[in-house]
């Protein structure tokens, strides 16, 4: 059983669309996050969740949405896509928020999203 | 702003040789990770160092926290080609969120 699971694996579509990744993860955690990885294999947070309750968004295009329906489950909606987005995108949860100590994240194994 | 800087940053090694890669910050962490992520995957915890000072061993990989809590270092002794792949070290900054430094993509050769 896939711990983090993130579907499409690749997502090929032309400017100007609309798309969605859809991630799951069976671990019971509380805290689930998107991350976009550029071509330099830069990973940034975008997102993050607790409770279905959105603790970070990063300076992200409000072209794209986050949507919690339950702590298991964290979709990204990405409006009017741009050249600019394409990237691998890779969604990631962790038992808490984490604090001053450690906390372990766990990944999907990403969305490599191509806009032409 | 919390900025993790990490070097080399690409690494090109026959298989037998042994290798270190430094991660860097002008702030202090009150700990650091370590990630590993093969192409096509998305990165694995492979190690949290906590005390400043503190090192820890996996197999052939040491990973060590410098004294002041603002570097870290992973070294790996008779490195394999299945040690290919990105490592990331990583570290929690203000606001409750995991950061990455940019990476040290590592080939090991056979």
């Known amino acids: 059983d896939t711990a983090v699971s993130q579907t499409p694996k690749y997502l090929v579509t032309q400017m100007g669309n609309d798309k969605s990744i859809k991630c799951e993860q069976n671990l019971g955690h509380d805290t689930m996050y998107w991350y976009k990885q550029d071509s330099k294999k830069f990973l940034k947070i975008m997102f993050s969740y607790n409770n279905k309750e959105l603790i970070i968004n990063e300076t992200v295009p409000n072209r794209f949405s986050p949507k919690s329906p339950d702590k298991a489950h964290l979709n990204l909606h990405i409006n009017s896509l741009e050249l600019g987005d394409s990237a691998v995108y890779f969604c990631a949860s962790s038992q808490e928020i984490p604090t001053a100590t450690n906390e372990k994240l766990f990944f999907g194994s990403g969305t490599q999203l191509s806009v032409l | 702003t919390q900025l993790l800087e990490q070097s080399p940053q690409f690494l090109s090694i026959q298989e037998g040789e042994n290798l270190t890669v430094y991660c860097n910050s002008s702030s202090v962490f009150s700990s650091l990770q370590w990630y590993r992520q093969e192409p096509g995957e998305g990165p694995v915890l492979l190690v949290t160092v906590v005390t400043g000072g503190e090192v820890k061993k996996l197999k052939r990989l040491t990973f060590q926290f410098g004294d002041a809590r603002k570097d870290s270092s992973l070294h790996i002794t008779a490195a394999q080609p299945g040690d290919t792949g990105l490592y990331l070290c990583?570290?929690?900054?203000?606001?409750?969120?995991?950061?990455f430094g940019a990476g040290t993509r590592l080939f090991v050769k056979a």
């Open positions: 990583a570290g929690i900054a203000g606001g409750f969120k995991t950061i």
